[in-house]
């Protein structure tokens, strides 16, 4: 008689020690984000662009070895370094300009979408220095490690350098995503069989459309939190029980109804960002982009969903800036 291979004893324990590594995983990640933000709310801002740095610097170390073999050393040598100039140029140059003397204006913006040219420019480049060695497909493959994930991190440091409202945002992005992957995947195994239609068949068949619906409803559910987290650490600031953290909320439909929509539309876009690093590994044959963190794969596994949220978080917390001050 045959064994049934999911009795196997054997396999059932390895199924046990990937979960615990994967836990573990998880609890020292989640402790890392929490000491970067501490330290950026009691000490100073840069510490979270740290952070931002090592992601960008291990996701590009990540995505240039998925793509190893097509681009040229050049190339590659060219990612890695403007990858990490532009983020670096941004957040020293806004930090200087918004916390010395200077009275002249904040020229950050302007600075790092120059060096982000120059690198552009620097790649294109090798077509010419490199015109032999050099193809059009490696083109496209060295411009994408060059935008994925600096591109999508500036949004999260642009977050971290807002005037007012960083902290939130900040939060918003890494407590939301979290809560739309569970609630997802809560929803997908309960409905899944009942609603099996898929939310993209061809990049992710594991993941249905009733699951992504309950992402959208985590999303809501988990602005909701924030914002009463965030009233609730307002209210003590103003009473003097906490250091100020420059947290203006007041219970009323106009900032709720903010929060939801935020949550909502943030739990739609981070899960298209879970999708489109599916389909990057898909197209290069590979199941993770790194190894380094046992259960999950590589930093940018951890963060693809983050990296899309970043994106609606730091425009939505601009426009509010802009409209209720």
């Known amino acids: 008689m045959e064994r049934n291979e999911t009795e196997d004893p054997l396999l059932s324990r390895k199924h046990v020690v990937s979960a ?34 090592l992601f960008a610097g291990i996701g590009t170390f990540e995505m240039l070895r998925a793509f190893k073999g097509n681009l040229s050393r050049a190339q590659e040598a060219l990612v890695a370094v403007f990858a990490l100039l532009v983020l670096i140029v941004y957040a020293v140059s806004d930090y200087l300009f918004t916390h010395t003397a200077w009275t002249r204006g904040n020229f950050a913006p302007h600075l790092t979408a120059l060096v982000f040219l120059i690198g552009l420019g620097a790649l294109l480049s090798v077509l010419v220095f490199a015109h032999e060695k050099t193809e059009l497909s490696s083109l496209g493959d060295s411009l994408l490690c060059y935008i994925y994930p600096t591109a999508f991190l500036m949004a999260l440091m642009v977050c971290n350098h807002l005037p007012r409202y960083s902290e939130i945002a ?10 739309v992957d569970s609630l997802a995947l809560v929803t997908g195994k309960i409905l899944g069989r009942k609603f099996p239609a898929k ?17 959208l409803v985590g999303g809501a559910i988990g602005s909701v939190g924030i914002f009463f987290a965030c009233y609730g650490i307002s209210f003590l600031d103003d009473v003097g029980a906490v250091a100020p953290l420059g947290w203006e909320l007041a219970i009323s439909a106009p900032e709720i109804l903010f929060f939801v929509l935020l949550g909502v539309v943030a739990a739609a876009v981070e899960q298209l960002g879970d999708l489109v690093e599916s389909a990057i590994k898909r197209k290069l ?39 209720a001050g």
């Open 20 to 53: 615990a590594r994967r836990f573990l995983t998880g609890v020292v990640y989640v402790a890392v984000l929490l000491g970067f933000y501490a330290l950026k709310l009691f000490v100073d801002l840069l510490f979270f662009d740290v952070l931002l740095l």
């Open 170 to 179: 900040i939060l918003f992005v890494f407590v939301i995503c979290p809560v």
């Open 199 to 215: 939310m993209s068949p061809h990049v992710s068949p594991k993941k249905t459309i009733v699951g992504g619906i309950g992402g």
């Open 285 to 323: 044959g590979i199941k993770d982009m790194g190894k380094l963190l046992p259960g999950h794969g590589g930093i940018l596994d951890r963060i693809d969903s983050s990296l899309y949220a970043g994106i609606v978080v730091c425009v939505a917390m601009m426009l509010w800036l802009m409209i």
